[in-house]
């Protein structure tokens, strides 16, 4: 008996790893602490009634936010601890099989639970604050789009302690990740980690593109939206074309392992290339669904620190566009090496170097609306002007990359990986932070510290040329990914040295954004203008942090930047516009439901994972019955009376 | 649109300010199928590069049984037709018609559901299972999701017809079976889809 216990337990538990004793002592500690401050303040009932529950667009952006940054922290860790290795090959400080689940996680974290949540945040905070609506079309769906993420992302999270993480890369190619290549449940946690995730970005995706359409203030047509909100409908148009892909690909194989299928096995007639261009039929989109709300922050950036409109909007509009559609015809550059022949080569190079075209177009859009402006360097607006450069040598090089003959000799070597690495964080990364840091006081009501967030910027950007440029030449000499040691004689030591010195100054810049974020929490530097940048889209016209209705009155738009020229109005002389009278504001209730059928859903996949029916079935049931609770509840919604309407005005300093 | 649920807080440019919450999640509705969509064109793309690959086992002529099919899918068909005259009778305002021509629609589809687990089961019993093959893999999958699909359909549908018993014919409800068609419309769509490329193309 005892004997069977301690089988169990050695087997469920990841054991035998300093490093892993480590952590499992840090996330004992860290969840008793979580646990005794929210008893010791008795904070249960607020986090419940007003984090857990709510379905307010801008808590669920703040969660989204937090969430992410935790992730961004962990793969961080996992880059670091990479770089470690690589910088002494001979030392072992990770043995291969542990590095093969460090490079794993840290893709998986950094794409799907870091830059996906990040995005989505910024899309929850903006978006209905730039088309003047109360909230997203539909609020319950977007609170169970967040808590499906954050499930999934701990299911995912949870392998690294608990049955061992997956380890066949980020994007699990079978056959490695098939039963025969990988038997362990590391596989499984991915699949149901990314698959539950997967489902409620795909919900994401479906309401603000409703929103979008049908939520705009009264007189914002199409050639008045706000460019980030532009750009969040292309990335949108994207995730409802892709994400479906995912999610059968992800079917597809979990089947193979589960009931033995053979859609992607080397035996019974399956065929593993088909994994590899369905997964990258999404794979592609969901790189540029990452990367176009960075254009969106960029566009609204450099338009609001030039003090000027934006050059080229329509162009800017059809670049995007153009971007979303054409990223469903580029999948198979990431496997010019399969063989498909030189005439499907051909026609993926020449789609892959043609949507470099609409990318080209934005940078020079940006170039002229900054030519002649009268530009303010606050920290949205460095990141921005460090993101040109980066992502101009970056695309660059994947047009070097799109060249299907030469990337015979880039594929899966370091070349690559610098190119990606400098595309995603020099354009998405970047894009999140610049986005964050302006719009962090219109939900938080205070402004970040600028002189620690400018250190930040800088450690950051010098590190990340440190980290990245020798990564180019060490792929050049013939590094390939994925490589956890390398012999002397090869001459790579010196550039991944200097490589590893990079990552560690990035990791120092991270350091300085949470310190930047505690110094100003503490120092409260408080926004009461509500318009601490003299920006010019709607979101800056409402106090900060917004209120829970965010417009007193719903706004009627006439212009495209409509706030800023209600401003320049008013400095005119002139009246500012009518305001109708108050009325009772219509809202969605707060609803337990979401939080609950996400614990399902992590329960399903959990019991799954593990084979364990008699734990997947009831959360099955548990999904079904609170589909159908909330199908049965009619009594969703409330209004807000004008008095408090008026009283919450006041208090942020509004006369209505 | 003056009702209960005053929807204040959508709008849409152009209009009053006001825009009707029933019509957005209509709107919403849309974009699931087409997401909907996608999926079964992935598992369509997925059965039409398997459909050969049949690990020296048999393939579609040899295990497809016409007459059978051919049954289901007329049942789904009419289905289809009393959902669609569900929604005539919602339009005439009369309950009992609309209750009545849900429960054939459940109904057929139930019968529809019933003939599929029974050829799924033969199948399985001769010893053709999603193990034996790619070509058997895609075909379980691909058929399997559309049942699946019709299961929750058949499920839905039944928690609607609670609701209209309790609340009556409010433009909730109301919007609540324009949906549910909708989505019996599609999976009628969808199974010409399979009738055509699986069946058909299969015993050809």
Same mark, same amino acid.
């Given at each position: 008996?005892?004997?069977?216990?301690?089988?169990?337990?050695?087997?469920?538990?990841?054991?035998?790893?300093?490093?892993?004793?480590?952590?499992?002592?840090?996330?004992?500690?860290?969840?008793?602490?979580?646990?005794?401050?929210?008893?010791?303040?008795?904070?249960?009932?607020?986090?419940?009634?007003?984090?857990?529950?709510?379905?307010?667009?801008?808590?669920?952006?703040?969660?989204?936010?937090?969430?992410?940054?935790?992730?961004?922290?962990?793969?961080?860790?996992?880059?670091?601890?990479?770089?470690?290795?690589?910088?002494?090959?001979?030392?072992?400080?990770?043995?291969?099989?542990?590095?093969?689940?460090?490079?794993?996680?840290?893709?998986?974290?950094?794409?799907?639970?870091?830059?996906?949540?990040?995005?989505?945040?910024?899309?929850?905070?903006? $978006?209905?604050?730039?088309?003047? /609506?109360?909230? !997203? +079309? =539909? @609020?319950? *769906?977007?609170?169970?789009?967040?808590? #499906? %993420?954050?499930?999934?992302?701990?299911?995912?999270?949870?392998?690294?302690?608990?049955?061992?993480?997956?380890?066949?890369?980020?994007?699990?190619?079978?056959?490695?990740?098939?039963?025969?290549?990988?038997?362990?449940?590391?596989?499984?946690?991915?699949?149901?980690?990314?698959?539950?995730?997967?489902?409620?970005?795909?919900?994401?995706?479906?309401?603000?593109?409703?929103?979008?359409?049908?939520?705009?203030?009264?007189?914002?047509?199409?050639?008045?939206?706000?460019?980030?909100?532009?750009? $969040?409908?292309?990335?949108?148009? /994207?995730?409802? !074309? +892709? =994400? @479906?892909? *995912?999610?059968?690909?992800?079917?597809? #194989? %979990?089947?193979?392992?589960?009931?033995?299928?053979?859609?992607?096995?080397?035996?019974?007639?399956?065929?593993?290339?088909?994994?590899?261009?369905?997964?990258?039929?999404?794979?592609?989109?969901?790189?540029?669904?990452?990367?176009?709300?960075?254009?969106?922050?960029?566009?609204?950036?450099?338009?609001?620190?030039?003090?000027?409109?934006?050059?080229?909007?329509?162009?800017?509009?059809?670049?995007?566009?153009?971007?979303?559609?054409?990223?469903?015809?580029?999948?198979?550059?990431?496997?010019?090496?399969?063989?498909?022949?030189?005439?499907?080569?051909?026609? =993926?190079?020449?789609?892959?170097?043609?949507?470099?075209?609409?990318?080209?177009?934005?940078?020079?859009?940006?170039?002229?609306?900054?030519?002649?402006?009268?530009?303010?360097?606050?920290?949205?607006?460095?990141?921005?002007?460090?993101?040109?450069?980066?992502?101009?040598?970056?695309?660059?090089?994947?047009?070097?990359?799109?060249?299907?003959?030469?990337?015979?000799?880039?594929?899966?070597?370091?070349?690559?990986?610098?190119?990606?690495?400098?595309?995603?964080?020099?354009?998405?990364?970047?894009?999140?932070?610049?986005?964050?840091?302006?719009?962090?006081?219109?939900?938080?009501?205070?402004?970040?510290?600028?002189?620690?967030?400018?250190?930040?910027?800088?450690?950051?950007?010098?590190?990340?040329?440190?980290?990245?440029?020798?990564?180019?030449?060490?792929?050049?000499?013939?590094?390939?990914?994925?490589?956890?040691?390398?012999?002397?004689?090869?001459?790579?030591?010196?550039?991944?040295?200097?490589?590893?010195?990079?990552?560690?100054?990035?990791?120092?810049?991270?350091?300085?954004?949470?310190?930047?974020?505690?110094?100003?929490?503490?120092?409260?530097?408080?926004?009461?203008?509500?318009?601490?940048?003299?920006?010019?889209?709607?979101?800056?016209?409402?106090?900060?942090?917004?209120?829970?209705?965010?417009?007193?009155?719903?706004?009627?738009?006439?212009?495209?930047?409509?706030?800023?020229?209600?401003?320049?109005?008013?400095?005119?002389?002139?009246?500012?516009?009518?305001?109708?009278?108050?009325?009772?504001?219509?809202?969605?209730?707060?609803?337990?439901?979401?939080?609950?059928?996400?614990?399902?859903?992590?329960?399903?996949?959990?019991?799954?994972?593990?084979?364990?029916?008699?734990?997947?079935?009831?959360?099955?049931?548990?999904?079904?019955?609170?589909?159908?609770?909330?199908?049965?509840?009619?009594?969703?919604?409330?209004?807000?009376?004008?008095?408090?309407?008026?009283?919450?005005?006041?208090?942020?300093?509004?006369?209505? | 649109?003056?009702?209960?649920?005053?929807?204040?807080?959508?709008?849409?440019?152009?209009?009053?300010?006001?825009?009707?919450?029933?019509?957005?999640?209509?709107?919403?509705?849309?974009?699931?199928?087409?997401?909907?969509?996608?999926?079964?064109?992935?598992?369509?793309?997925?059965?039409?590069?398997?459909?050969?690959?049949?690990?020296?086992?048999?393939?579609?002529?040899?295990?497809?049984?016409?007459?059978?099919?051919?049954?289901?899918?007329?049942?789904?068909?009419?289905?289809?037709?009393?959902?669609?005259?569900?929604?005539?009778?919602?339009?005439?305002?009369?309950?009992?018609?609309?209750?009545?021509?849900?429960?054939?629609?459940?109904?057929?589809?139930?019968?529809?559901?019933?003939?599929?687990?029974?050829?799924?089961?033969?199948?399985?019993?001769?010893?053709?299972?999603?193990?034996?093959?790619?070509?058997?893999?895609?075909?379980?999958?691909?058929?399997?999701?559309?049942?699946?699909?019709?299961?929750?359909?058949?499920?839905?549908?039944?928690?609607?017809?609670?609701?209209?018993?309790?609340?009556?014919?409010?433009?909730?409800?109301?919007?609540?079976?324009?949906?549910?068609?909708?989505?019996?419309?599609?999976?009628?769509?969808?199974?010409?889809?399979?009738?055509?490329?699986?069946?058909?193309?299969?015993?050809?």
């Amino acid at each position: 008996m005892i004997d069977s216990i301690k089988d169990f337990v050695s087997w469920f538990f990841v054991t035998g790893d300093p490093l892993i004793y480590g952590a499992d002592v840090s996330i004992v500690l860290t969840t008793v602490a979580i646990i005794f401050v929210l008893t010791y303040f008795g904070k249960w009932g607020w986090l419940w009634r007003e984090w857990l529950t709510t379905v307010d667009h801008k808590r669920v952006g703040i969660m989204y936010i937090i969430a992410s940054l935790l992730m961004l922290f962990r793969g961080g860790v996992d880059a670091l601890l990479m770089r470690t290795q690589l910088a002494f090959p001979d030392m072992k400080f990770l043995s291969p099989e542990h590095y093969n689940e460090v490079f794993t996680t840290h893709g998986v974290e950094m794409i799907l639970f870091m830059a996906m949540p990040l995005m989505f945040g910024l899309f929850n905070i903006a $978006v209905p604050l730039q088309l003047g /609506a109360r909230d !997203v +079309a =539909f @609020p319950f *769906l977007n609170s169970l789009s967040f808590w #499906l %993420f954050f499930m999934g992302a701990m299911l995912f999270n949870m392998s690294f302690v608990i049955g061992g993480s997956a380890n066949a890369g980020w994007l699990s190619y079978p056959p490695l990740s098939e039963l025969t290549g990988s038997p362990s449940v590391g596989e499984d946690f991915y699949i149901w980690g990314v698959q539950i995730s997967g489902i409620g970005s795909l919900m994401t995706g479906i309401n603000f593109i409703v929103t979008i359409v049908k939520m705009r203030a009264p007189g914002m047509t199409w050639s008045k939206v706000p460019i980030f909100t532009w750009s $969040v409908f292309s990335s949108c148009i /994207a995730i409802i !074309v +892709a =994400f @479906p892909v *995912l999610t059968v690909t992800l079917a597809l #194989l %979990f089947l193979d392992r589960f009931l033995g299928a053979h859609f992607f096995t080397m035996d019974g007639g399956g065929n593993a290339m088909m994994y590899v261009n369905l997964i990258w039929m999404w794979g592609h989109p969901e790189v540029y669904i990452i990367v176009l709300p960075a254009f969106g922050v960029f566009s609204e950036v450099v338009a609001a620190f030039s003090r000027k409109r934006l050059f080229g909007y329509a162009s800017m509009v059809f670049a995007m566009l153009s971007i979303s559609f054409l990223a469903y015809f580029t999948w198979l550059h990431h496997f010019f090496t399969m063989g498909s022949g030189a005439d499907v080569n051909l026609f =993926f190079a020449i789609t892959t170097m043609i949507i470099a075209i609409p990318t080209g177009v934005k940078i020079f859009n940006w170039l002229f609306t900054m030519y002649r402006g009268r530009i303010s360097f606050e920290t949205p607006m460095l990141w921005t002007l460090g993101f040109i450069p980066c992502f101009v040598v970056g695309g660059m090089t994947g047009v070097m990359l799109s060249a299907a003959p030469a990337d015979f000799q880039f594929h899966n070597s370091y070349f690559l990986i610098a190119h990606f690495h400098q595309v995603l964080i020099g354009g998405a990364v970047f894009g999140y932070f610049a986005g964050l840091y302006y719009w962090w006081p219109k939900i938080f009501g205070f402004k970040l510290n600028e002189t620690i967030g400018k250190w930040a910027f800088w450690i950051w950007n010098i590190g990340f040329y440190v980290c990245f440029m020798p990564q180019y030449f060490v792929g050049l000499d013939g590094m390939t990914r994925r490589l956890s040691s390398y012999g002397w004689d090869r001459g790579w030591w010196a550039m991944n040295f200097t490589s590893t010195i990079g990552g560690f100054l990035m990791g120092l810049g991270f350091l300085f954004q949470v310190w930047q974020i505690a110094h100003s929490i503490k120092f409260m530097e408080k926004d009461t203008t509500g318009d601490p940048w003299g920006a010019r889209t709607l979101e800056w016209s409402i106090p900060s942090p917004a209120p829970l209705y965010n417009f007193a009155t719903v706004p009627v738009v006439t212009d495209r930047d409509d706030w800023w020229e209600e401003k320049e109005r008013i400095a005119a002389g002139k009246a500012p516009k009518a305001k109708p009278a108050l009325e009772p504001i219509h809202m969605p209730k707060n609803s337990s439901i979401p939080f609950i059928q996400a614990i399902c859903w992590f329960t399903v996949g959990f019991g799954l994972v593990f084979h364990w029916l008699w734990i997947a079935i009831p959360g099955f049931i548990g999904i079904a019955a609170t589909m159908l609770a909330h199908s049965f509840n009619y009594d969703t919604d409330y209004y807000i009376p004008v008095d408090e309407i008026k009283r919450t005005e006041a208090e942020a300093g509004r006369i209505v | 649109m003056a009702h209960a649920h005053h929807p204040s807080f959508a709008h849409e440019g152009g209009h009053e300010g006001h825009h009707d919450l029933e019509e957005l999640r209509k709107f919403g509705f849309w974009i699931f199928l087409i997401t909907d969509c996608i999926l079964f064109a992935t598992l369509f793309a997925t059965y039409l590069v398997l459909r050969e690959h049949t690990a020296g086992g048999p393939g579609a002529k040899e295990i497809f049984e016409m007459p059978g099919v051919i049954v289901e899918t007329f049942i789904l068909l009419t289905s289809s037709f009393t959902s669609g005259l569900a929604v005539l009778a919602l339009n005439a305002g009369s309950r009992k018609g609309l209750l009545g021509w849900l429960i054939v629609t459940i109904l057929l589809g139930a019968c529809f559901i019933a003939m599929e687990v029974t050829e799924f089961l033969k199948l399985v019993s001769e010893g053709h299972t999603i193990h034996s093959s790619a070509f058997l893999s895609g075909f379980f999958t691909l058929v399997g999701t559309h049942g699946l699909h019709v299961s929750l359909g058949i499920c839905w549908i039944t928690a609607l017809i609670i609701q209209l018993t309790r609340h009556g014919i409010t433009p909730v409800t109301q919007r609540k079976v324009h949906i549910t068609s909708l989505y019996w419309h599609f999976l009628d769509a969808v199974w010409i889809f399979v009738f055509t490329f699986v069946y058909l193309m299969g015993v050809r």
